[in-house]
Structure formats: C-alpha cells, structure tokens
C-alpha cells in the first residue's frame, strides 16, 4: 500500500520579499518496499518510481525564476518505519527526472546510509549532487526515481543476502527550499513539529 499526502502540496509558493519562507514539499511517499517490488519493478529494477499525482502539481516549472530554487538547498525527510533488523547499512538514490535534460539527463542525490528505524534529515544543495548540471532547470522535473541500495552503491535487489534489505516500509519527503533561505519544517504538514509547550521548562539550579 503506497500513502501520498496531498495536503502536503497545498504550501503555497511565497513572495519573494519572504524568501526566509521560501520553499515547497516536492513529494511525501510513505511505502512497503519487498524483495518482489525490487525485481519487478520496470524500467528499472530496485527502483520506486514517484509519478503523477505523487509529485507535487504545483512545482514550479521554472526552478531558476521567480522564485531561484535551482541555487537552493533540498531537505531530504527519511523516516523509516520498518526494516530487518539486520544491522544493514542501507541508502537510497534520490533522482530528479527533468523534463529537459542535457548530458547524463537526470541528476541524483540521497540520503545517509541508515541501520534502523528511525527519523533521519539531510540538506544537500542543489548544485552539490551528481550531474546535478545535467538537469535544464528551467524546464521542470516530470519525475523523481528512487533507488534502494547498499552501503556501497550496489542496487539492494542485487545482493546475495536481500532478507538484510527487504522487506522495508519508508516515507520519504523532500522539500526544496530557494537560495538564500533555510529549510523551516514548520511549513511542513503532517510530519510532527515541536510546539511552544512541549519545550522542557527551564528549572531552578540547585
């Protein structure tokens, strides 16, 4: 069963005189990820594939104007809900399919390899990952491709040992943010944020 949270693409694209805020969830995919998914899925093995509906409708098309988010940063969410409790390191290549591309045609950045369960985030910038100049940003990204993998690049469905990788159950959202601005997850919906009240009360030294 795959969950897409559509609410999460209702952020608004803000004004340029609030580039502090500037930034937009590109996809939040929560899925089951078996050895049989791994193998079957196509074109590409190993692969989930985050199309249609799944991807944001109101990315910009433009990346670069009004609004520069092709200079800016991405936060990569990666929360994983279940997994074998092997002890396997395990990453996945992120890759922005664009609409328009040049060279390689597509660029890929990733999270940080994980062992457990858990929440982990990551910013990368955008001009810091793989044949990331190979994307025409001002043409718009039709597509994002995610690939399971070991610690070392290996596509997961590959390895002698797949009961250590799968079956896995993982929600990814990645939120770009536009240069000269910070990630606030603040504006991000349905992933837990920290309130006012849940902060611990400063108490009197003994």
């Given at each position: ?10 952020i608004?694209?803000?004004?340029q005189?609030?580039?502090q805020?500037d930034q ?24 989930y ?11 910009p ?43 390689n ?14 929440i ?46 799968f ?24 992933i ?15």
């Open positions: 069963m795959v969950t897409v949270l559509l609410g999460a693409f209702l608004p694209l803000l004004s005189k609030a580039a805020a937009f969830v590109l996809f939040d995919v929560t899925f089951t990820f078996t050895k049989a998914d791994a193998d079957n899925s196509t074109p590409s093995k190993s692969h594939y985050v199309t249609g509906k799944a991807i944001n409708p109101k990315r098309r433009d990346w670069t104007s009004p609004v520069d988010y092709r200079n800016g940063t991405v936060h990569i969410r990666t929360e994983v809900l279940d997994r074998p409790d092997s002890g396997e390191p395990t990453q996945w290549s992120l890759c922005y399919i664009p609409n328009k591309g040049q060279g045609g597509y660029g890929c950045t990733g999270n940080d390899p994980y062992t457990q369960k858990g982990y985030d990551k910013d990368v910038p955008m001009t810091a990952f793989w044949e990331n100049n190979s994307i025409i940003w001002t043409e718009g990204i039709k597509q994002m491709d995610l690939v399971m993998k070991d610690r070392d690049g290996n596509k997961a469905h590959t390895r002698t040992d797949p009961e250590k990788f079956p896995t159950r993982i929600r990814i959202t990645m939120i770009q943010v536009s240069a000269g601005s910070k990630y606030d997850p603040n504006l991000v919906p349905h837990p944020h920290i309130r006012a009240t849940d902060k611990p009360k400063e108490g009197k030294s003994k």
